[in-house]
């Protein structure tokens, strides 16, 4: 989920200390440590631009690096929960992804049956669109978040404030694409898409029998032993320490750390923390999650016109030294930015959220914390 973002910047946020520990052991970083010194202040200038707080973890196999900057909520001393619950919005996608995979290798679905197999007559041109289009945004549905009829909702502070507690269906979400001609014909283009996302959700509830989010706790949360992650549904309250997060663009910015995900649903519901993140993108890519067919077919990438080209479920960019790390994005209303990668070849991680405010702009703060994570100084 997209929004504008405020011009207005909050001063005054006290920058915290990083963490550097051998898993299961927390001690404070020293200023020896050159690469954590270094990404440590590239979190406090992300707060100095404008952002209200950022939490990140590092994973570099046998240590774990965790820092914050900022404040967890406006106006307060209150200072970034090392371990904060954030709204992780689209990096929903990969968990979605990774339980079509794991019915692909079951063989209960194939990634190129269409959608008038699994749900007949409810999308215009799903005689043509294929699970695989849906998973790697080469469908042409049109993103019902960025439809004007979606926009006007949600394009005032008391839109939003009025919504806080709406329940959307998935398919009322995706009636606002209504009868829009295709962007371009299945596989023969690509536009990133929330709404490819939410007919997946539906297409794995209609194969098992049961709730996208109850297959998603079954196959990778419990697995994993995820335990502060979850797919909320309709449960608008995180119930963990978290970051508050603000839609911008108004005097009085909105809280919406409580608020109901359903407007997200499929696309862009999963509340998670920075480790969870980790443990998750590395089990994913390591090859514990889906068998190998389907793991080639994942990381097989569709080139874009964008910083990153997309496979099935997962993002991919080229660092500027040439280091290749997979992973996703993820934007809930403004609110809440996150962003994780791990390299190809294993090794190093990164996950990062920001509540962002004011003139600070995510993508390029968190390119150059990624770049010097994963090419920058080793300590």
């Not at 051998?22 to 440590?33: K, L, M, T």
């Not at 995706?174 to 959700?201: I, K, M």
Request: proline share 6%; charged share 20%.
């Amino acid at each position: 989920m997209v929004t504008r973002r405020g011009m207005l910047k909050i001063a005054g946020a006290v920058g915290a200390a990083g963490i550097l520990a051998a898993p299961g052991r927390a001690v404070a970083a020293s200023r020896s440590q050159t690469a954590p010194g270094a990404w440590q202040t590239t979190l406090d200038g992300m707060v100095t631009a404008g952002a209200v707080g950022v939490l990140a973890e590092v994973h570099d196999r046998a240590r774990v690096w965790t820092g914050t900057s900022g404040a967890a909520q406006m106006g307060t001393g209150q200072p970034m929960p090392h371990g904060g619950t954030v709204r992780a919005g689209s990096i929903t996608k990969p968990f979605v992804a990774t339980v079509v995979l794991q019915l692909a290798g079951e063989r209960r679905l194939g990634l190129d049956d269409t959608v008038q197999r699994w749900l007949p007559g409810f999308l215009p041109g799903g005689d043509r669109i294929t699970l695989r289009h849906l998973l790697q945004h080469t469908s042409g549905l049109h993103d019902y978040s960025r439809t004007d009829a979606f926009a006007a909702i949600y394009e005032s502070a008391g839109g939003v404030e009025r919504m806080r507690f709406h329940t959307w269906k998935p398919q009322d979400l995706v009636a606002f694409v209504g009868d829009r001609p295709l962007l371009f014909e299945p596989g023969s283009g690509w536009r990133y898409a929330n709404t490819n996302f939410l007919v997946l959700g539906m297409v794995i509830e209609r194969v098992t029998g049961t709730r996208y989010g109850a297959e998603i706790r079954r196959r990778v949360l419990c697995p994993l032993g995820l335990d502060r992650t979850a797919v909320p549904g309709t449960d608008p309250r995180m119930h963990a320490p978290h970051p508050h997060g603000y839609v911008p663009g108004s005097a009085d910015p909105v809280d919406v750390s409580v608020y109901n995900p359903s407007v997200a649903g499929a696309a862009g519901e999963i509340v998670s923390t920075a480790h969870n993140l980790n443990v998750f993108f590395r089990a994913l890519v390591g090859g514990r999650l889906v068998r190998p067919a389907e793991q080639r077919q994942m990381l097989t990438s569709w080139p874009t016109t964008v910083d990153y080209d997309y496979g099935l479920g997962v993002m991919t960019r080229v660092l500027p030294g040439g280091t290749r790390v997979w992973g996703h994005r993820g934007d809930f209303m403004g609110a809440y930015w996150t962003e994780t990668w791990v390299a190809e070849h294993g090794g190093r991680q990164l996950t990062v959220s920001m509540t962002p405010w004011g003139d600070v702009e995510p993508k390029p703060s968190i390119a150059a914390l990624a770049q010097l994570v994963f090419e920058g100084i080793e300590d």
